[in-house]
């Protein structure tokens, strides 16, 4: 378990001022209703689309390289609802961090939560796969109402909003371990916890396969899951987590866990997971994250970019 940040007098220092005049605003916020936030949330991201030209172009290239067989038109418009997803999360943020429980239980939703309480009477760990999908806060939220959990996290250089970030995500949940304790992983499933993991960006060659992503058969893609499968005594359960339209909330859906799994064959064992975020984005591709640079490492080090 990492040393949780600790409140410290120097937060007080005019430096962090601004910082926090921003986070007392979005505290009031926070308290309009959730139709309202969500409503503001989508005309603020349509506005950032208007002028981060760098990500549009990052998020309009993904969708090229993902999904070929739509028409430009189609992938325009999905990239105008992205945006708004995008907008929304920034409001979705707010309500992981600062929301009494009661007002989360009322967007909670849940389906397959027997999978995950099988799994855990086999007194195994379990390590959650999950995707980076843009309601993801408020999900890792969610889904701590009936299962305090563990997260793995990048700390933030800022100390304050790292201060901030760590409190706002255990809200419901139990802690969280920094992204390169990979033994502090280990040791929380060995302990039988529920720990959160996303294998789906690029985070170089690394330790990483090159396997097929949508339409993009040599995607650079992390054994990470595979190392903590086999160093863990612990079960991999992938899950699906979904924003419900009508203002309804947030659906967490865990699935059967991945059974022979690791198979001693790592790229068809990542394939596998890449088959899962597929199936999970297919059913919601406006609320994914596309901006990121999901392609950025090629197999070849010396091949161009595909983001030129």
């Known amino acids: 378990m990492v040393t949780a940040p600790r409140f410290s007098w120097r937060f007080l220092l005019p430096q962090y001022w601004l910082l926090w005049l921003g986070a007392a605003l979005l505290y009031l916020i926070s308290w309009l209703p959730y139709r309202v936030l969500m409503g503001l949330g989508a ?33 325009e418009d999905l990239l105008w609802q992205n945006a708004a997803e995008t907008g929304k999360a920034m409001f979705e943020t707010v309500i992981a961090w600062w929301w009494p429980t009661w007002r989360v239980r009322r967007l909670a939703h849940f389906k397959g939560h027997e ?15 999950a995707a980076h999908f843009l309601h993801l806060e408020a999900a890792g939220r969610v889904f701590g109402l009936t299962h305090p959990s563990v997260g793995f996290y990048r700390p933030n250089n800022n ?23 990979v033994k502090g992983l280990i040791n929380a499933l060995n302990q039988q916890e ?27 893609t992390t054994t990470g899951t595979l190392l903590f499968a086999n160093a863990a005594n612990c079960v991999v359960v992938p899950i699906f987590t979904s924003r419900l339209p009508n203002y309804q909330g947030y ?58």
């Not at 999978?115 to 796969?129: D, R, T, Y």
């Not at 059967?256 to 999970?280: K, L, M």
Request: aromatic content about 12%; some cysteine.
């Open 194 to 220: 529920v720990c959160f993991y996303l294998p789906d960006q690029d985070y170089g060659r690394n330790k990483a396969e090159f396997v097929p992503f949508f339409a993009v058969a040599e995607t650079a």
């Open 43 to 75: 005309k603020l991201g349509h506005v950032l689309f208007k002028t981060l030209k760098s990500r549009q172009k990052v998020a309009r290239r993904n969708l090229l390289l993902c999904f070929p067989e739509k028409s430009a038109a189609e992938r």
């Open 159 to 181: 100390p304050l909003l790292d201060y901030l970030q760590y409190r706002g995500r255990i809200r419901s949940n139990k802690y969280m371990i920094g992204k390169r304790d």
């Open 115 to 129: 999978h995950l309480q099988n799994a855990i009477a086999e007194g195994k760990g379990v390590l959650l796969l």
């Open 251 to 308: 659906q967490v859906e865990i699935l059967p866990p991945f059974t022979h799994f690791p198979s001693g064959d790592n790229a068809a064992d990542v394939t596998r997971i890449n088959q899962w975020v597929e199936q999970a984005v297919l059913k919601h591709p406006e609320q994914y994250m596309w901006l990121h640079r999901r392609f950025k490492t090629r197999p070849d080090p010396d091949a161009p970019s595909l983001y030129n």
